[in-house]
């Protein structure tokens, strides 16, 4: 059963790793810097940049968490986002926060990049500007969004509240940094309560989409709807299913705003998780809400939704709490489940893919999770060993029209690739 760091290194750079890992091929031991010289794999948003394609990537977590890092780090452990361990420093590796800000110097740079994650670019000496209370996490006194700005790159700017994110005129902007939150940012359901206020996470795929279009060579853009995942650790379905509706909103907007002639959208997700839908409900019964069919063989009512593991499970000795009466589609509630852990885990079934556009047919039938690295860089003809067979890869940006010149990844996710005009 996978982690998010492994996985996200897969799809993303077509090499299968260790868990834990980022951007490193399977030498790559978790916690053990050292492991990490010589052994750094390419992701496909090093390659579009190198190409001088616009990249972009979207997340709902913390820009720096494990999914989203895989685009641009190379690290021992996706646990160091902000700091290196002090039996790991002084042997050479960078936190992921320091590599999000080196990875600006391949190509012209991330033109798009929006999440969460503040604290982990502010030092522990800095207060959050959103809450007085809450402080960076970085030890080396560092403040990365200053020296973001010091970089000085063409038509930029940075946001952290809703206000400004949309004052952001697309068509004058080269490139956005948006951090929305000090961690995570809030799941779709609280969103309307954040103090400084969030874009949800079609917003940010339309603005996303407004700035890199304008790359006559094309887009790679990474989305992500990463609290899907965190509110099935809680054990609460009620913020998965909203966080989901969030997503295919994205990808809605991602579908109207695109040619399925020229941008390939691929939507798929780096791993499952253990909630299961059972029992016999009625048609048109809330899928948050008790089956309406015969009880349980304890007589007790139970709902369609559960987890295998999970803080919701019983604790030995104890019956299984009576739902009668019990508001189980409330916003916090936490569906019942087998054994208890404190959170839920992943699971280890397949997980879909599902794609349009210029060759979205080699993204059928049973693959390796690898294997989808593979069939986007085909789309996009960025292996320079296939050259010779690409009308597009020596003329990008031109009118034949043979490949995707944009790619859109959507990490239930959602990841888009433009065809070159």
């Not at 913390?62 to 021992?76: D, G, I, K, L, Q």
């Not at 965190?230 to 009620?238: I, K, P, Q």
């Not at 997980?351 to 693959?367: E, K, M, N, T």
Request: glycine share 10%.
């Amino acid at each position: 059963v996978p982690d998010s760091a492994a996985t996200a290194t897969a799809f993303l750079t077509g090499v299968k790793t260790n868990d834990g890992v980022l951007g490193l091929d399977q030498k790559g031991i978790k916690g053990q810097c050292a492991t990490e010289r010589n052994n750094h794999v390419t992701s496909l948003v090093t390659l579009a940049e190198q190409l001088g394609m616009s990249t972009g990537i979207i997340t709902t977590a913390r820009v720096t968490h494990a999914t989203p890092a895989a685009a641009y780090s190379h690290c021992a452990s996706r646990n160091w986002e902000a700091n290196i361990p002090s039996d790991q420093a002084g042997l050479g590796c960078k936190d992921i926060a320091v590599q999000l800000l080196d990875a600006y110097n391949i190509g012209d740079g991330f033109e798009v990049v929006m999440g969460g994650g503040r604290r982990n670019f502010h030092s522990i000496n800095t207060t959050d500007p959103e809450y007085p209370t809450s402080r960076g996490r970085r030890f080396d006194g560092r403040d990365l969004i200053q020296e973001w700005r010091n970089k000085q790159l063409a038509n930029s700017a940075y946001v952290w509240n809703l206000t400004a994110f949309n004052a952001i005129n697309p068509n004058k902007t080269d490139h956005l940094l948006g951090l929305f939150d000090p961690s995570h940012m809030k799941y779709d359901a609280d969103r309307l309560t954040d103090k400084a206020g969030e874009p949800s996470i079609a917003q940010m795929t339309e603005k996303a989409i407004q700035i890199l279009k304008r790359n006559p060579k094309g887009y790679f853009l990474f989305v992500e709807g990463g609290r899907i995942d965190h509110s099935h650790h809680s054990g609460v379905a009620y913020g998965a299913i909203t966080d989901t509706i969030a997503m295919a909103d994205a990808v809605q907007k991602a579908v109207a705003m695109t040619d399925p002639k020229e941008t390939l959208i691929v939507v798929t997700a780096d791993h499952g998780h253990t909630l299961s839908m059972s029992g016999y409900p009625k048609r048109g019964n809330p899928i948050l809400g008790l089956v309406d069919g015969d009880p349980s063989l304890d007589g007790k009512p139970y709902t369609t939704l559960n987890y295998a593991n999970g803080p919701g499970s019983i604790v030995d000795g104890v019956p299984r709490p009576n739902l009668t009466g019990v508001n189980v589609q409330a916003r916090l509630y936490e569906q019942q489940a087998i054994f208890p852990i404190n959170f839920e885990t992943h699971d280890g079934a397949d997980v879909g893919i599902y794609s349009q556009g210029p060759f979205a047919h080699l993204l059928s039938g049973v693959v390796e999770q690898n294997y989808i690295f593979h069939a986007m860089m085909h789309a996009l003809c960025l292996n320079p060993s296939t050259s010779s067979t690409c009308d597009r890869f020596t003329t990008r940006g031109s009118a034949v029209s043979s490949v995707a010149s944009n790619m859109l990844l959507l990490i239930v996710m959602l990841c888009l690739i433009k065809l070159l005009r």
